[in-house]
């Protein structure tokens, strides 16, 4: 059974950093792009960042770049996401989602490119 489980968040100060991790079962890591999306309440999700299935190719939202990382270790059957100075408009929770087709990779952040996601974790930076 394809599973994606994240982990890491919690409540941080403002300048404060995090790394999330996204552990992945039931398929082959490494074949396919893994994104990071973020919801805030009463808001839409968005796309914070995503990374090919070799790792050798990322994007970033603009509000997170500079300050957030992209990575994945396809031998741990893990992507990361290493937050920095950290804002309390980061506040939300966060979830990683799988890319539909293997060896592809979009980098748009559409959400219709993505068809397996965790249940998220909830990051919270106070002010």
């Known amino acids: 059974q394809l599973q994606l489980v994240e982990s890491g968040g919690g409540l941080v100060q403002l300048g404060g950093s995090l790394r999330l991790s996204c552990a992945a079962s039931?398929?082959?890591?490494?074949?396919?792009?893994l994104g990071w999306f973020r919801q805030a309440p009463g808001k839409e999700r968005e796309g914070v960042s995503c990374?090919?299935?070799?790792?050798?190719?990322?994007n970033y939202a603009d509000s997170v770049k500079g300050r957030f990382t992209i990575s994945r270790d396809n031998a741990k059957n893990t992507v990361y996401l290493q937050m920095n100075s950290l804002k309390p408009e980061d506040t939300a929770v966060y979830y990683c989602?799988?890319?539909?087709?293997?060896?592809?990779?979009?980098?748009?952040?559409?959400?219709?490119?993505?068809?397996?996601w965790g249940q998220g974790t909830q990051v919270t930076v106070s002010s």
């Open positions: 039931g398929f082959t890591l490494e074949n396919y792009a």
């Open positions: 990374i090919s299935s070799s790792g050798g190719s990322t």
């Open positions: 989602a799988k890319q539909i087709s293997p060896k592809n990779y979009y980098s748009d952040f559409d959400l219709r490119e993505y068809d397996y």
